[in-house]
C-alpha cells in the first residue's frame, strides 16, 4: 500500500466509516499514546474490507474470505490481549494488517482467475492541486 492510499483510508475511517470490534476495543486501552505506523497502516487497511462480494456472486471464495477476516481479528484480539509492551502491540497490529491484505488479494485473486470483473474505486481527498 502506498502512501498516498493509506492517507486516503485513514480519513476514510475518520470520516465515519466503522471498524471492526477488535480495534475499537484497542482504542478503549489507547491512553493518549501516539499511534504507530503498523496501527495507522492496519486501521487504513481495515477501511478496505470488503462488504460485499466481488460481482455479487457469493461462493466458496467469498465464505473463505470472510472467514479469514474472521479469523484475522480474532487473533488480533487475542495478540493485543497478551500484549505487554509496545513492541508486541506493533507486531499485533503488522500481522492484522498483513492477514487482511493477503485475504482480499487471495479472494481478488481467485475470482479474477473465475472470469469476474475484480476492480477498486478510491477516491483521493484532494491534496492542494
Same mark, same amino acid.
Given at each position: @500500500? ?5 492517507? $486516503? ?6 470520516? *465515519?466509516? !466503522?471498524?471492526p470490534?477488535? #480495534?475499537?476495543? !484497542? ?7 501516539? #499511534?504507530?505506523?503498523?496501527e495507522?497502516?492496519?486501521?487504513? &487497511? %481495515?477501511? @478496505? ?5 466481488? $460481482? =455479487?456472486? %457469493? ?7 470472510? %472467514?479469514? #477476516?474472521? &479469523?484475522?481479528? +480474532?487473533?488480533?484480539? +487475542? ?18 494488517? !498483513? &492477514? @487482511? ?7 481478488? +485473486?481467485? @475470482?479474477?482467475? +473465475? =472470469?469476474?470483473?475484480? =476492480?477498486?474505486?478510491?477516491?483521493? $481527498?484532494?491534496? *492542494?492541486?
Amino acid at each position: @500500500m502506498n502512501r498516498t492510499t493509506a492517507l $486516503a483510508a485513514i480519513a476514510a475511517l475518520a470520516a *465515519g466509516v !466503522s471498524a471492526p470490534s477488535a #480495534i475499537a476495543q !484497542s482504542e478503549a486501552a489507547y491512553d493518549g499514546r501516539p #499511534i504507530s505506523h503498523e496501527e495507522a497502516l492496519a486501521r487504513a &487497511e %481495515t477501511g @478496505m474490507v470488503l462488504q460485499r462480494p466481488i $460481482a =455479487g456472486v %457469493t461462493n466458496n471464495y467469498w465464505f473463505n474470505y470472510e %472467514t479469514d #477476516i474472521a &479469523e484475522a481479528r +480474532k487473533e488480533f484480539t +487475542k495478540d493485543m490481549a497478551g500484549a505487554s509492551d509496545t513492541e508486541d502491540r506493533r507486531d499485533a497490529w503488522e500481522e492484522y494488517r !498483513s &492477514e @487482511m491484505v493477503d485475504a482480499r488479494k487471495d479472494y481478488a +485473486k481467485e @475470482m479474477r482467475e +473465475k =472470469g469476474y470483473p475484480v =476492480g477498486e474505486v478510491r477516491l483521493i $481527498a484532494d491534496a *492542494g492541486r
